[in-house]
C-alpha cells in the first residue's frame, strides 16, 4: 500500500517536473513547481519524516512560490509574456538526461545500505535533525551552505546595475 503511494506521488511529482520545465507562462511554471514542492512534502510524509515535511511546505511551498510568484507580477511587462523555447538541442538535451539517469540509478543499486531499507515508522523531529547536520552530516551541512552563499553572490553580481 505505502509503495503504491510512492509511485503515484513519484509519477505526479515527475509530471509537475516535466509542466515546469516545459510550460511558455511564467505565472503557471511558478504553480507547477509549487506542485513539485508539495508532492515533494507528501513523499517526506510518507517517508515518515513529518518534519522535514512541514519545512518543506513552509520554506518553500510557502515562502519561495510567493517570492516567485511576487518578482515574475512585478516585473512582467505584458500580461501574457511568454517563456521563448526554440531551442535546437533538444536531442543531446534529453541524451544527457537519461544518461544521468542511469548514472544515478547505478548508483542507487550498487548502494549496499540501500539493498535493504525498508521504511521506518519512527518519527524523526527537530531536535534529531539537528544534531544529524552538526555531527555525521557537518562537511555536508557545510558544503550546502557555501554553494548557496555563492548562488546569491552570484544572483546579486547578474542583476545589479552597471556603473555608468
Known sequence: ML?????????ALLL?????AT???????????????????ALFVMLGAPFLAGIQVVLYTGGVITLMLFGVMLTQRKPDTEVPMDSQRKGPAAV???????VLLAAIWETPELAGMTVSTQQIGATE???????TQLLT??????LLLSAMI?????????DP
Open 16 to 20: 509537475c517536473a516535466v509542466m515546469v
Open 96 to 102: 544527457t538526461a537519461l544518461a544521468m539517469l542511469c
Open 129 to 135: 535533525v539537528g544534531q544529524i547536520f552538526l555531527s
Open 154 to 162: 552570484g544572483a546579486i553580481v547578474l542583476v545589479r546595475k552597471t
Open 3 to 11: 509503495f503504491a503511494g510512492l509511485i503515484g506521488t513519484s509519477a
Open 141 to 146: 551541512f557545510e558544503v550546502l551552505s557555501v
Open 23 to 41: 510550460t511558455r507562462n511564467l505565472v503557471h511554471c511558478v504553480f507547477w513547481l509549487a506542485g513539485v514542492l508539495l508532492l515533494t512534502a
